[in-house]
Nanobody
């Protein structure tokens, strides 16, 4: 069974940066798309960013475009999220996700088959 393990969250001030990481544990697998979602208290889970395995194509939510960068190390099946210029509204539980499906948009959480437990990001003003 594949599990995804996130790390790198924390409490920071507005304008600071964080680097989140996500790596699989358990059996080896090579997901076609890996992504990040986040969920703030009382809100629905929302898409943050996704990256495709073979061409490195990326896709971002408008709310993070220009501030966040997603990258991956295919040899380690690890995905990263570099979050710069953090804002209080970025405060949320950040989840890593992976899927082997192709031909999908990558921004719908229902398209992902594997999830981590989440890492908390809190940005103070």
């Amino acid at each position: 069974q594949v599990q995804l393990v996130e790390s790198g969250g924390g409490l920071v001030q507005a304008g600071d940066s964080l680097r989140l990481s996500c790596a699989p544990s358990g059996r080896t697998f090579s997901p076609y798309i890996m992504g990040w979602f986040r969920q703030a208290p009382g809100k629905e889970r929302e898409f943050v960013a996704a990256i495709w395995r073979y061409d490195g194509r990326t896709y971002y939510a408008d709310s993070v475009k220009g501030r966040f960068t997603i990258s991956r190390d295919n040899a380690k099946n690890t995905v990263y999220l570099q979050a710069n210029s953090l804002k209080p509204e970025d405060t949320a539980l950040y989840y890593c996700a992976a899927t082997g499906r192709i031909g999908i948009r990558g921004s719908d959480y229902a398209e992902y088959d594997y999830w981590g437990q989440g890492t908390q990001v809190t940005v103070s003003s």
